[in-house]
């Protein structure tokens, strides 16, 4: 929430534009350019929360909104000192009960009676037809006579809306009555007998080799809620046993966990066995399901037993705390992962947690917080850490809801930071950095474009989990 704070703190320069970053393009990564986008983006929220998020971004450069009957169209006040006077002109559309989109457009006015000069270099498909604007209210003795989008107010509100930090939630979220219970996990035949299925181990993650060691630990970071990074976690896993390498797969889930863990991972695997887990667990069963709870965690333990079964040797321990918050969590965390680690020094270890749990480094907007990551390289110095690539795609995650001041958990859009965005030209697979950044990763694990895991219990959660 503290980096949810921070961000919206920093918004500012609403609809700043220079000479070579007009107010129609957007920065394209894959060029270095600033372009005209090709194609709408849509947002997986309801459109009542995209506009008021609009009206945010605006009214933070104190501008008023105004807005009309229904709330799928707002204007602005007038931009303070432009001439040619200038104001924003918002429109959402509807697109089903979580899709939205959201235009902002840029107008100019100009006098009556006088003609508005061409504009060179700006494309026409960003130049709406003027009868759009037919309901915007005029100035006396000026007219709409333009408008362009405005790509840098609608990248504040993609930050807004789709990197938001997901939350992590212990504590005070107790267990619910085991309902209907999803086993299968996206791309595994329905009836296959778990106690005969091999694991699905799928190719090998590109150049990470390199990185298995005896005795190593690797944590991988975040986004949770995905069937991605679990894929890559249980490829990396399957090359790693390929090579004769014990494993321990460390997971975000709580300590407490283990034995019922350990009680399945025994077992058949049949359905019997998945009731048993989710019966005597409260994790799986939250009223809040997190991103750690997803169908692909559990897939992924499954895959861990199907290996066991194989005769590989892989080990899964449960590393996170049950109520405790802040440094008191990362001390657990921290400690958790020593002990798995302890007890099976010859094996290489995977941890699976969220990005500030993984830094190596302390965070910037608390100098007294210091994460798992950071506890373990202390003891371990010789632990690495692997951030993830992507593309825009979705993730399940809880994140908290400024406007209704609650968390809400469901299907959201999810879109890298720059430096994290994987290109079309960037292979799957990963990437190992020249020097350690000063988050502590050592390299990126890029997995494409992703897709949202919700969780186990499709029953859990009180908010619709989206289309």
């Known amino acids: ?156 509100l993609l930050e807004l809306l789709e990197m938001a930090p997901a939350l992590e939630l212990v504590g005070g979220n107790p267990p619910v009555p085991l309902n209907s219970v999803v086993t299968e996990s996206p791309g595994e035949k329905e009836g296959t007998p778990a106690t005969s299925a091999a694991p699905a181990c799928g190719a090998p993650v590109e150049d990470a080799s390199s990185l298995f060691s005896a005795g190593g630990v690797l944590l991988l970071a975040d986004p949770l809620g995905t069937q991605e990074v679990p894929s890559a976690a249980l490829r990396m896993v399957c090359e790693a046993t390929a090579r004769e390498l014990p494993v321990t797969l460390a997971l975000s889930i709580p300590a407490s966990e283990q034995p019922f863990l350990e009680r399945y991972l025994s077992s058949d695997g049949d359905s019997a066995a998945v009731q048993q887990l989710l019966s005597e667990s409260s994790f799986w069963r939250r009223v809040y399901q997190d991103g750690r709870s997803s169908r692909a965690m559990l897939w992924l333990v499954e895959q861990a037993r199907r290996l066991r079964v194989s005769g590989k040797d892989v080990a899964v321990a449960a590393i996170d705390a049950d109520r405790a918050h802040g440094n008191e969590r990362e001390a657990q965390m921290a400690q958790h992962l020593l002990n798995a680690q302890s007890e099976r020094p010859q094996a290489w270890t995977l941890v699976l947690t969220g990005s500030v749990h993984a830094r190596t480094t302390e965070v910037s907007w608390d100098g007294d917080f210091e994460p798992m990551g950071a506890r373990v390289a202390r003891v371990l110095p010789s632990v690495r850490v692997l951030d993830v690539g992507f593309q825009r795609g979705t993730q399940f995650a809880c994140r908290y809801n400024v406007w209704d001041e609650g968390v809400e958990c469901n299907v959201f859009g999810i879109s890298p930071a720059l430096e994290a965005w994987q290109s079309s030209k960037q292979a799957e697979g990963l990437k190992l950095f020249t020097s350690r950044q000063t988050d502590g990763f050592h390299g990126r694990l890029y997995v494409g474009s992703l897709t949202a895991s919700p969780p186990v219990l499709t029953t859990v959660n009180p908010v619709p989990s989206g289309p």
């Open 1 to 156: 929430m503290r980096r949810l704070g921070m961000m919206l703190g920093l918004l500012g320069c609403v609809g700043c534009a220079t000479a070579t970053r007009g107010i129609f393009t957007r920065y394209n990564p894959e060029t270095g350019r600033y372009e005209a986008p090709t194609h709408e983006l849509v947002y997986q929220v309801p459109i009542e929360d995209a506009m008021i998020t609009a009206r945010y971004v605006l009214e933070k450069n104190r501008l008023s909104v105004m807005e009309r009957e229904g709330g799928l169209e707002m204007f602005t006040s007038f931009i303070p000192d432009v001439v040619p006077p200038e104001r924003y002109y918002i429109q959402g559309e509807r697109l089903g009960p979580r899709r939205a989109l959201v235009r902002v457009f840029r107008l100019r006015y100009t006098q009556e009676g006088v003609s508005a000069p061409e504009e060179p270099g700006k494309p026409s498909p960003q130049v709406p037809q003027l009868e759009a604007f037919s309901n915007v209210p005029g100035l006396e003795g000026y007219r709409p006579a333009h408008g362009f989008r405005d790509m840098s107010i609608e990248q504040k």
